[in-house]
C-alpha cells in the first residue's frame, strides 16, 4: 500500500481549472500553428505540444503525481514499448 | 492450507443462489466461476462453428475446381473460419475461461479485483461475437478479406468490412478489461505469503499475457478505427490511390496481431507448466527460468511483427533488424521447452489424458515451431511467403499448441469445475485420432506448400491433387476425434461419477479446496509458505 494517505492530496478546484483552460491554450496554438509551414518540422512541434498536454493529463488529472511510483513504471514501460515500436516502423519508412 | 468446507455447510458455486434466479443467475453473475464458465461455454460453440468451417474448406479441397462451393463462397468460409477462430476462441480461450475460473483461486482471492467489468467483459465478447456472425446474413453478404483484413481489398470490397472490424474493436475492449482485471488482480489479491516467487507458473503466464493485452490491442483498436474511417470518409492513410501507405497498415496490424500470437500461446505455456509437474510428481525443473522466459516472450514479442511482412515491399534494414529479432523468441522459447522436458527426466509418469494431451502438444509446438525458423529466415521466406506452408506452420503453433492445451486443461481442471468425471479410455481413444487426423492433414500441407500450393486457392494444379486429398482425409479424421471428445466430456458432465477434490494429485491451492469450489472459493484465506510445487521436493506426495 502507498504510505500516502488521500487526504494529503485533495487539490482545489482551481488546479483543474487552470490545467484544463492551459490545454485548451495549447489546443489553440496547435491548430494556430498548423498554417504555418514548418517543413519536415511540423510533426515535431505537433509532438512536442501534445507530449506537454499528455505530461499535464497524466500528472494532474490521472494522479499519477500524487500517487505510488509503480503506476508511472507502468506508463513508462508502455511509452518505452510504444517508443520502440515506432523507431522499428521508421527502419523501414525512412528506408524504403 | 485451506481445508475442505464443512459438508454440512457446503453449497458449490454451481448451486448457489444469489440475487437472481434461473438463467438469469448465470448472465448477471459476478462469481468469477460462472463468468468463466459462460466464456468455456462460448468458445466451444465457436470453435465447433469454426472447425464446421474448417471442414468444408477442406471437403471443397477434395478435387480440383468446384466441389461443394464457388469461389467467393470459398473466400467467404476462409475468412469467417479465421475470424471465428482467431478472435471468438484462441485470443479469449484459455485466459478468459481458465484464466477466469483459476486465477484467482490459484493465488488464494475470493474473486477478481472488479467482477462488474469482469461482467462487462464477458458481455462484449458476446456482442462482439454476434456482430461477426450477423455480417454473414446482412446486405452486402459475408467478408471475403480474410482475417487479416488487408488493406487497399479491405477498403474496396463491396462486402461487410465495416461491420466485422466494428465486431474486431468490440472484442478487443473485452480483451484489454480481461487484461486490466488480471494484472490488478495478481498485484492487489494475492494470499498473504504468496510472493511472486510463489505463485504458480499458470499465474504468471496469464499476468505476462494481461500486459501484452492491455498494451498491444489498442493499437489495433485504433488501426480498424482507420481502416472505417476510409472506407466511410475516402480520408487516404492506408489506399495508395489517396496518396497513402498500404503497408503502414500491415505495420499496424501486426504491431498488435504478432503480440496476440503470445496471448494466445503464453497461457497454453504456463497450463502445461502446471500440468506436468502434478502428472511426473516433480517439482518443475527451473521454476524461475520459466517465470522469466514468459517476460521474456511477452516483451521481444512486441519486436518481431514485420516477420510477417518480408514480402512487402519493406525496407532491407527493416526486414534485417525483424529477422534477427525473431530468431531471438526462439531463446526463452526453448528454455520452456527444455525445462519441461527436464521436469519429466526420471519423474513417475502417470500417463493420463492432460499429460498426453500436452506431449502431443511438446511435439506438434516443436514441429510449428521449427519450421518457424524456415520462415524467419529471409531467403527461405521468400520460396515459401503466401503458401499452404504458412497454414501448416500456422496450424502447428496455434492449434496444435493452444487449441490442444485448451483440451487439455478442459481435461485436467473438469473434475474441479463440474465435480463430474468423464471417460479416460474414451479421450484417450478420441486423442489418437486427433494426432493421427492432425498430422496427416496438416504435415501434407506442409509438402504442398514447399512444392508452391498458395494459401486462399479455390482451386490447384493436378499435380497437387493426391496430396490435397489425403490432408482432406486428415481432416475428417481430425474432426472425428474433436466430436468423440466434445460427446465425452458432454456426457461426462451429465451421466458422470463424482469426481474426487483432487483427483491428480496436484498442489497448487485449486486442488485444496471441494469439487467444484463454493462461491468464495474459500473459508478462510490461506498464508502461503512454500513455493507452488514445494511438496514434490520434498517427496511428500509419491
Known sequence: ?96 | MNKSADASNYVSYLDYKGKHTGIWAWLLSTDHKRIGLMYLMGIIVFFTAGMTLGALLKTEMLTAGRTIMDPQTYNAVFTLHGIIMIFLVIIPGIPAAFGNFFLPIMIGAKDVSFPRLNLLSFWLYIIGGVLALSSLFLQGGPIDVGWSFYVPYAIRTNSNVSLALFAAFILGFSSILTGLNFVTTVHRLRAPGMTFFKMPLFIWALYSTAWIQVIATPVVGITIVLVILERMFGIGIFDPALGGDPILFQHLFWIYSHPAVYIMILPAMGVVSEIIPTFTKREIFGYKAIAYSSLSIAFIGYFVWAHHMFTSGMSDIARAVFSLFTFLVAIPSGVKVFNWVATMYKGSIDAKVPFLFVAMFIVLFSIGGLTGLVLGNLATDIHVHGTYFVVAHFHYVMFGGTVMILFAALHYWFPKMFGKMYNEKIAKFALVFIFIGFNTMYFTMFILGYQGMPRRYWDYLPEFHNLQFISAIGAFIMVTGFLILIFNLLHGLLKGPKAEQNPWGGVTLEWTVPSPPTIENFDEIPVIEHGPYHIYKEGQIK
Open chain 1, 1 to 96: 500500500m502507498s504510505a500516502h494517505s488521500e487526504n494529503e492530496h485533495v487539490i482545489g478546484y482551481m488546479p483543474y481549472i487552470t490545467i484544463w483552460l492551459t490545454l485548451i491554450g495549447l489546443t489553440i496554438l496547435t491548430v494556430s500553428i498548423s498554417l504555418f509551414d514548418f517543413g519536415t518540422l511540423t510533426i515535431i512541434v505537433a509532438m512536442i505540444i501534445a507530449i506537454i498536454k499528455s505530461i499535464f493529463v497524466i500528472n494532474i488529472f490521472m494522479h499519477i503525481k500524487y500517487d505510488s511510483k509503480v503506476f508511472l513504471g507502468f506508463i513508462i514501460a508502455a511509452l518505452v514499448i510504444l517508443l520502440v515500436c515506432l523507431v522499428f516502423t521508421a527502419t523501414d519508412v525512412f528506408f524504403r
